[in-house]
């Protein structure tokens, strides 16, 4: 499984971004998907998830109802749709794989990781 995050770049606060997950090899659909991001001097936090179906997502506190994570099966692809961005939501953000399905978005259950997309939000 290897996976190809894009769609990041420079938004200017209060704006919006969408990032794409695009898997080469394997179905996402067999697979619980986590965004994560990591700020720099900064761990690397979950961010949003999704389960195999679709139905149930989670996300992180500071992102409620800002951000929306969705999965588009005939694309093999997921997307992070990123509203209201602030300043601190800069990062690179990362997406990755599971094969359990999405409950905690604890990056230990994540086992296949993309290479990142850099996400800057200023002024």
């Known amino acids: 499984l290897q996976l190809v995050e894009s769609g990041g770049g420079l938004v200017q606060p209060g704006g919006s971004l969408r990032l794409s997950c695009v898997s080469s090899?394997?179905?996402?659909?067999?697979?619980?998907i986590g965004w994560f991001r990591q700020a720099p001097g900064k761990e690397r936090e979950g961010v949003s998830c999704?389960?195999?179906?679709?139905?149930?997502?989670n996300y992180a506190d500071s992102v409620k109802g800002r951000f929306t994570i969705s999965a588009d099966n005939a694309k093999n692809t997921v997307y992070l749709q990123m509203n209201s961005l602030k300043p601190e939501d800069t990062a690179v953000y990362y997406c990755?794989?599971?094969?359990?399905?999405?409950?905690?978005?604890?990056?230990?259950?994540?086992?296949?990781w993309g290479q990142g997309t850099q996400v800057t939000v200023s002024s």
């Open positions: 990755a794989a599971s094969t359990y399905s999405c409950g905690s978005i604890d990056q230990r259950n994540y086992g296949y």
């Open positions: 090899g394997s179905t996402l659909g067999d697979y619980g």
């Open positions: 999704i389960s195999r179906s679709g139905g149930f997502t």
